[in-house]
């Protein structure tokens, strides 16, 4: 069994990262297999909206980076994303991530029955709902599974300074934790 935690933050070593990084930690002293991914560097193109008939079958027409998650999450267990807020909303990069990921829809849904958490950094209190609807909807237009007790949110304003909040830190680890007991509970059934 394999979980794939996803950075959608810009930054490299960002608080977005360390939490996804301890998140699968968590993942790891469960026993199972994980990836580690950060879309900071990724050529991502946003969606051209391409009409139904063109957007199927997981190949998406444009060629970029998004080639590889086209192939790997439809086999793994569970997928953590992550990213900061920004402007109220997600990262612009893991927004293009989201829509395209579309073609995994049609005509089977790829990653239904995947399990999903999301982390969610902010530099004030409120502002991650807006991204915790639209991962959640993510999540739930593939047919995933988003248990309750693997969504986070944390409060961070400078680089780095969740690595130094102990608590924090303990959430994401517990976050990965449920995240592979849930894993392996829907493989028993």
Same mark, same amino acid.
């Given at each position: 069994?394999?979980?794939? %935690?996803? /950075?959608? =933050?810009?930054?490299?070593?960002?608080?977005?990262?360390?939490?996804?990084?301890?998140? #699968?930690? %968590?993942?790891?002293?469960?026993?199972?297999?994980?990836?580690?991914?950060?879309?900071?560097?990724?050529?991502?193109? +946003?969606?051209?909206?391409?009409?139904? =008939?063109?957007?199927? &079958?997981?190949?998406?027409?444009?060629?970029?980076?998004?080639?590889?998650? +086209?192939?790997?999450?439809?086999?793994?267990?569970?997928?953590? $994303?992550?990213?900061?807020? +920004?402007?109220?909303?997600?990262?612009?990069?893991?927004?293009?991530?989201?829509?395209? $990921?579309?073609? $995994?829809?049609?005509?089977?849904?790829?990653?239904?029955?995947?399990?999903?958490?999301?982390?969610?950094?902010?530099?004030? /209190?409120?502002? /991650?709902?807006?991204?915790?609807? *639209? #991962?959640? =909807?993510?999540?739930? /237009?593939?047919?995933?599974? #988003?248990?309750?007790?693997?969504?986070? &949110?944390?409060?961070?304003?400078? *680089?780095?300074?969740?690595?130094?909040?102990?608590?924090? *830190? &303990?959430?994401?680890?517990?976050?990965?934790?449920?995240?592979?007991?849930?894993?392996?509970?829907?493989?028993?059934?």
């Amino acid at each position: 069994m394999k979980i794939v %935690g996803i /950075s959608g =933050s810009p930054r490299k070593n960002g608080n977005t990262e360390i939490l996804v990084k301890e998140a #699968l930690k %968590g993942v790891e002293e469960e026993g199972l297999k994980t990836e580690f991914i950060s879309l900071a560097g990724k050529n991502i193109n +946003y969606c051209l909206g391409c009409p139904k =008939s063109e957007c199927k &079958e997981g190949v998406c027409k444009i060629k970029d980076d998004m080639q590889e998650f +086209y192939e790997l999450l439809p086999k793994v267990d569970g997928i953590i $994303l992550g990213s900061p807020v +920004y402007y109220t909303g997600p990262t612009g990069l893991i927004k293009n991530f989201i829509d395209r $990921l579309r073609c $995994l829809i049609r005509p089977t849904k790829k990653l239904k029955g995947k399990v999903g958490g999301v982390i969610v950094v902010g530099g004030r /209190s409120g502002h /991650s709902i807006t991204e915790f609807i *639209l #991962l959640d =909807s993510m999540c739930g /237009s593939h047919e995933m599974i #988003l248990p309750g007790g693997v969504c986070m &949110e944390c409060f961070a304003k400078k *680089l780095g300074e969740v690595g130094k909040n102990k608590k924090t *830190l &303990e959430d994401a680890r517990e976050l990965g934790k449920k995240l592979a007991k849930f894993c392996k509970e829907l493989e028993k059934k």
